[in-house]
T-cell receptor, first 114, second 113 residues
Framework: DSGVTQTPKHLITATGQRVTLRCSPR?????VYWYQQSLDQGLQFLIQYYNGEERAKGNILERFSAQQFPDLHSELNLSSLELGDSALYFCASSQSTSGYNEQFFGPGTRLTVL | DQQVKQNSPSLSVQEGRISILNCDYT??????FLWYKKYPAEGPTFLISISSIKDKNEDGRFTVFLNKSAKHLSLHIVPSQPGDSAVYFC????FGAGNMLTFGGGTRLMVKP
């Protein structure tokens, strides 16, 4: 158990809908990262937050957004969903935003768009 | 453009023998490298890391080697055990660049009893 929690574990929805994925980082970790793992691709970095502020953006679509709240949990919002958004979405956390520190991953949320 | 590549999608090894997983990168700004192990239906689990100032880091049965001139790293598992069967991901990051990880595509390791 990494100490990172993600809900829900599975999510099935229809095209055009909007969903919210939730992540709670490990105790003491200030930085949260979101990654997407599609069937035909490896893990792709989406976005990073540190202590409530956005720090880095990767290959995140404009239809996707995220935020980190004062209690440090984070939410990833996916809107106008398309079939191609079906994937595993992982959240990870680390102590800081720089330096050599590993990221600890949650169990993921499997999103299926029908 | 894949900046981190794992060219072997799968590897099969006999129990007790050495497993060697390879990873190549193209971005010379990467200075911190990590290996993660992933079982089905679970998130990646951190295994071992190495910074670019070292060429070797060891932790129990796991050793990571870094060859900066060749932009290549490898993970050695000795001795391999059936419980090591999983998908292994190589990842890289740049100090001070937000710590975001760039992952390779993964190698599925199968350790046969």
């Amino acid at each position: 158990d990494s100490g990172v929690t993600q809900t829900p574990k599975h999510l099935i929805t229809a095209t055009g809908q909007r969903v919210t994925l939730r992540c709670s980082p490990r105790s003491g970790d200030l930085s949260v990262y979101w990654y997407q793992q599609s069937l035909d691709q490896g893990l792709q970095f989406l976005i990073q937050y540190y202590n409530g502020e956005e720090r880095a953006k990767g290959n995140i679509l404009e239809r996707f957004s995220a935020q980190q709240f004062p209690d440090l949990h984070s939410e990833l919002n996916l809107s106008s969903l398309e079939l191609g958004d079906s994937a595993l979405y992982f959240c990870a956390s680390s102590q800081s935003t720089s330096g050599y520190n590993e990221q600890f991953f949650g169990p993921g949320t499997r999103l299926t768009v029908l | 453009d894949q900046q981190v590549k794992q060219n072997s999608p799968s590897l099969s090894v006999q129990e007790g023998r050495i497993s060697i997983l390879n990873c190549d990168y193209t971005n010379s700004m990467f200075d911190y490298f990590l290996w993660y192990k992933k079982y089905p239906a679970e998130g990646p689990t951190f295994l071992i890391s190495i910074s670019s100032i070292k060429d070797k880091n060891e932790d129990g049965r796991f050793t990571v080697f870094l060859n900066k001139s060749a932009k290549h790293l490898s993970l050695h598992i000795v001795p391999s055990q059936p419980g090591d069967s999983a998908v292994y991901f190589c990842a890289a990051s740049t100090f001070g660049a937000g710590n975001m990880l760039t992952f390779g595509g993964g190698t599925r390791l199968m350790v046969k009893p």
